[in-house]
């Protein structure tokens, strides 16, 4: 499967951004998905996940109430919305898909190209 992931950019802290993810293939629905996040010189960390048919989701504490992951399978897109960002935030954030959605957590198999969020104070 190919990701495409779009919707970063600049927004004031407090703001929010909508990142979607476009998947290629017949097969969406079989995968769940996830979101992660780098910064220059950290590891990439793990945001949200969300199940292939959409009924389960799941997120780091850090982003729990703030953040929110959906899906629309006829559209084969996965969504973040992002309310009240934090400045350090600001990351490249990837979209990531693995048929389960234990793994798609921690080593997904397909990654997205990354968007970029900026969060300025």
């Known amino acids: 499967v190919q990701l495409q992931a779009s919707g970063g950019g600049l927004v004031q802290a407090g703001g929010s951004l909508r990142l979607s993810c476009a998947a290629s293939g017949r097969t969406f629905s079989t995968y769940a998905m996830g979101w992660f996040r780098q910064t220059p010189g950290k590891e990439r960390e793990f945001v949200a996940a969300i199940s292939g048919s959409g009924g389960s989701t799941f997120y780091a504490d850090s982003v729990k109430g703030r953040f929110t992951v959906s899906r629309d399978n006829a559209k084969n897109t996965v969504y973040l919305q992002m309310n009240s960002l934090k400045p350090e935030e600001t990351a490249v954030y990837y979209c990531?898909?693995?048929?389960?959605?234990?793994?798609?957590?921690?080593?997904?198999?397909?990654w997205g190209q990354g968007t970029k969020v900026t969060v300025s104070s």
């Open positions: 990531a898909a693995h048929w389960s959605y234990t793994i798609v957590r921690q080593i997904p198999d397909y």
